[in-house]
């Protein structure tokens, strides 16, 4: 078991869409790490930034906060 600390999750509607963050450069090197088909971690402080770049691509992320 691995534990991440102040890391971010992205849950993307399928495996596909995480495949294709995954492939943009500018979003691949914000990723921490994946644990499924459909979530990934993204690095701390990093949030803001893959928020934009999701932006960018057309998407429309949902940001919750505790």
């Known amino acids: ?20 963050l995954l492939a943009r450069k500018k979003l691949a090197q914000e990723i921490a790490g994946r644990l499924s088909d459909r979530a990934l971690l993204i690095r701390p402080g990093r949030v803001d930034a893959v928020v934009e770049e999701l932006q960018r691509m057309g998407q429309t992320p949902q940001v919750v906060t505790r």
């Open 1 to 20: 078991m691995k534990l991440h600390r102040r890391v971010a999750l992205v849950l993307t509607e399928d495996a596909h869409l995480a495949e294709e």
